[in-house]
């Protein structure tokens, strides 16, 4: 065999186990949707509260956001937990929501920080995590709600460099924009999570009776 033709298998072998790694990433995704569809719920749920909140203050505001991390966080690394269990790539998913209950505990434990610590915590968040979510986009098939699931990694990165902006404009553009940014995410994630639940089905697996008996 010459250089060049064992070049060549092996480069096919390693484009084969990528391939490999990209399909098995996909159906952890696919099988997990159901803790998408409860991030994306959340989101949409604590952006409702946000809106109508009657009085904002620094520390109310924290909170909201705090609950949110708080269940954003466990739901991603019960999704991580659930691939792990199935030998398949868990990392990203325990990353994303180790950082995320980080945030999370930080903003509950201290609500009555200033305006600057509470901007730069979710700003901090939203970028680290915004990059996180575009390049599992990256990698997602388009039949899995791939354009859905990018939106939403960019609209984090873009919201978190916005939140150097909102501040100035006063405590309640912060509120608005913090629930504006909840809402959005989370119908974006809800529909990623609707794409992935739609591939699981017709993959042949059960879905939420699947999902309780590999629990």
Not at 4 to 17: F, I, L, N, P
Not at 58 to 73: E, I, N, P, R, S
Not at 175 to 180: I, L, M, S
Request: net charge positive.
């Amino acid at each position: 065999m010459s250089y060049d033709q064992a070049d060549q298998t092996g480069k096919g072998q390693s484009g084969s186990g990528q391939a490999g790694r990209l399909r098995s990433m996909n159906r952890v995704l696919a099988r997990n949707w159901w803790a998408l569809a409860l991030r994306g719920a959340a989101a949409i749920l604590l952006g409702v509260l946000a809106l109508l909140m009657p009085g904002v203050t620094v520390a109310t505001l924290a909170l909201t956001f705090a609950a949110y991390l708080l269940l954003d966080g466990v739901f991603a690394i019960l999704a991580g937990l659930r691939a792990s269990r199935h030998h398949q790539r868990s990392l990203p998913f325990i990353l994303e929501g180790v950082v995320s209950l980080i945030a999370g505990i930080v903003a509950a434990l201290w609500p009555a920080a200033s305006l600057f610590a509470l901007v730069f915590l979710i700003a901090a968040w939203s970028v680290i995590t915004g990059f996180a979510e575009v390049m599992g986009a990256w990698r997602m098939e388009r039949t899995h709600g791939k354009w859905a699931w990018g939106v939403a990694g960019a609209l984090s990165i873009l919201f978190g460099l916005s939140m150097w902006i909102l501040p100035a404009l006063g405590l309640l553009a912060l509120a608005w924009g913090v629930a504006a940014y909840l809402i959005a995410f989370g119908v974006l994630a809800l529909v990623t999570a609707f794409r992935l639940r739609h591939c699981h089905r017709e993959n042949g697996a059960p879905s939420s009776g699947g999902m309780a008996a590999t629990v």
